[in-house]
């Protein structure tokens, strides 16, 4: 299994723009899909982003065109890119790992989290 430490979180005014990391360690031979979930106070976590082994990435409805998921050439760091943040943007995000399908993505199951990053998006 890997571990997954996330970075990067902060406040922000609408707008703005803000990069959080995910820095992976233990990393073993298996490839991964890696993604960004969103999560508030009682709602269910929300995938926002994936990115596979081959680098192609899928985006949910809300962050298309303002989030921008990637990973260095090494595949041991993810970063996700927000960009005119929006106040419900604001929450939780988590890195994850799924290692269950050969580093793609679909389906999406991740069995490795991060333990998350605040953002705040203020008016």
């Not at 890696?34 to 976590?45: C, D, L, S």
């Not at 990115?51 to 090494?74: E, K, L, M, P, W």
Request: aromatic letters at 10%.
């Amino acid at each position: 299994q890997v571990q997954l430490v996330e970075s990067g979180g902060g406040s922000v005014q609408h707008g703005g723009s803000l990069r959080l990391s995910c820095a992976l360690s233990g990393y073993t031979d298996r490839p991964y899909c890696m993604g960004w979930f969103h999560q508030v106070p009682g709602k269910e976590r929300e995938e926002i982003a994936a990115i596979d082994v081959d680098d192609t990435a899928g985006y949910a409805d809300s962050v298309v065109g303002r989030f921008t998921i990637s990973q260095n050439n090494a595949k041991n760091t993810l970063y996700l890119e927000m960009n005119n943040l929006k106040l419900e943007d604001t929450g939780m995000y988590y890195c994850a790992a799924d290692s269950r399908n050969g580093g793609y993505c679909h389906p999406f199951r991740p069995d490795n989290w991060g333990q998350g990053t605040q953002v705040t998006v203020s008016s």
